[in-house]
């Protein structure tokens, strides 16, 4: 989508003072581009007592070990997603225990709310954005370095990625 045009109209947007901050507008029809942060869904999910985790086959943190997390897209619930994602990323099928976490940063375009999760069925593959999956002890979690030359969402993600698995450890220690 591009930002530049208007999507109603397709004339050239432009900048305008709105609710006190700078907001793209159309001026020919009023338009006014609202941009918010897409919400993500993870899955901490716990198979065989352990934990789930999938390499990143793409960006952002492409090639790092995390839970499977995708978008929420629009005729799902945020667990409905959760459950959706985790079968086509690991292949298991699972089931939500509770809230464990929501993150956002003001530079970020995506925000992600995640579950601890617990494997009901299926079984462990690596699917759609994963270019492996493994079971990780909680003792045995994967260290990983900040990202050099991450993007914004990069360092963010490294950095959830990191409060997330200490919380796993901690509640499965
Ligand atoms: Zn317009």
Known sequence: MSLAYCQHCAAPMAPAMLGGRERPQCPACGFVLWRNPAPVGMALIE????????RRAAAPLAGYWAPPAGYVECGESVPEAVVREAEEEC???????????????????????????????????????????????????????????????????????????????????
């Open 47 to 54: 198979h065989e007592g352990k934990l789930v985790l999938i």
């Open 91 to 173: 292949g298991l099928r699972i089931e939500l225990d509770r809230l464990v976490g929501v993150h956002s940063q003001a530079d970020v375009e995506v925000l992600i709310i995640a579950y601890a999760a617990r494997s009901v069925g299926g079984t462990l593959r690596a699917g759609d954005d994963a270019s492996e999956v493994r079971l990780f002890a909680a003792g045995d979690l994967p260290q990983q370095a900040t990202p050099r030359d991450g993007t914004a969402t990069d360092q963010w993600l490294h950095g959830v990625v990191e409060t997330t698995l200490r919380h796993w450890q901690q509640t499965h220690a």
